[in-house]
């Protein structure tokens, strides 16, 4: 855990349920759901509406590792003070 005064190092000990932090904004378009998908999750949900209208999502759907990759942009460029820059 960070030491008391340490600005800018938490570590995941640090944070706190219901401790909120606030980041940018980005906006996940068709194009970037498909750009994203052929190259690293290539999903019929992920790649063809069509497809995915048959599943849960009844619609093209951006994969989670996009969503999760958008989620660590955010982090990085909102400051979000994680001790190395290391996330998990």
Request: glycine residues 14%.
């Amino acid at each position: 855990m960070s030491q008391p005064g340490e600005r800018g190092a938490l570590f995941l000990d640090d944070l706190q349920v219901g401790q909120r932090f606030v980041s940018g904004t980005h906006a996940v378009d068709e194009a970037q759901i498909l750009a994203f998908a052929r190259e690293f999750d290539p999903q019929g949900f992920h790649l063809d509406d069509a497809v995915a209208k048959g599943t849960l999502f009844e619609g093209l759907a951006a994969s989670g590792w996009h969503t999760a990759a958008v989620t660590m942009k955010l982090n990085v460029q909102g400051g979000l003070p994680f001790k190395g820059g290391i996330v998990g």
